[in-house]
């Protein structure tokens, strides 16, 4: 596990194919131009996006992000779940307030939040001590976060 990296999230708004693989190529090419493939993790709700990026560099990881039940990328979740590209995904990256989601896959989780969240930050504070805070981590298998809250949510973990 990486201490720090770039979480770089491939948004799904590409709806086709050609348009996904030219979004997921000058990603690639940008990593490569400035040797950050060892930094970066490559996270969507898209499988066809996290197979396309798997199939250009397969070192670099990639992560599912987890849509929350009932909200419009629901599907996408749905869909990936049941997807070849699970074999290679390293990280489950459920929301802060679904971090259990899809419990029975045993993939580590990375959370995230949505912009001007405070989610990860507020349930770790509800742990009052350190030990507490790192078990809960262990229990659910949370090996990091993309938070608006970077410093705070890193002096809770410490």
Not at 20 to 34: F, I, P, S, W
Not at 43 to 57: E, P, Q, T, Y
Not at 79 to 91: E, F
Request: hydrophobic letters at 40%; proline letters at 6%; glycine letters at 4%.
């Amino acid at each position: 596990c990486r201490p720090k990296g770039l979480y770089l999230e491939l948004k799904p708004y590409a709806q086709t194919t050609d348009a996904k693989r030219k979004l997921v190529t000058a990603v690639h090419a940008v990593l490569d131009t400035y040797h950050l493939n060892h930094h970066a993790l490559l996270v969507s709700f898209d499988s066809d996006l996290l197979a396309m990026s798997h199939s250009l560099n397969s070192m670099i990881p990639i992560g599912l992000n987890l849509a929350q039940p009932n909200t419009p990328f629901a599907s996408f979740t749905d869909a990936a779940l049941n997807s070849p590209i699970m074999t290679h995904v390293a990280y489950l990256c459920p929301h802060g307030d679904s971090y259990d989601q899809a419990s029975h896959w045993k993939h580590p989780r990375l959370l995230w939040e949505h912009a001007g969240e405070t989610v990860i930050v507020d349930r770790l504070k509800r742990l009052p001590a350190a030990a507490q805070r790192h078990d809960w981590c262990a229990t659910h298998r949370i090996r990091g976060v993309c938070t608006n809250t970077v410093i705070e949510a890193m002096e809770l973990l410490r």
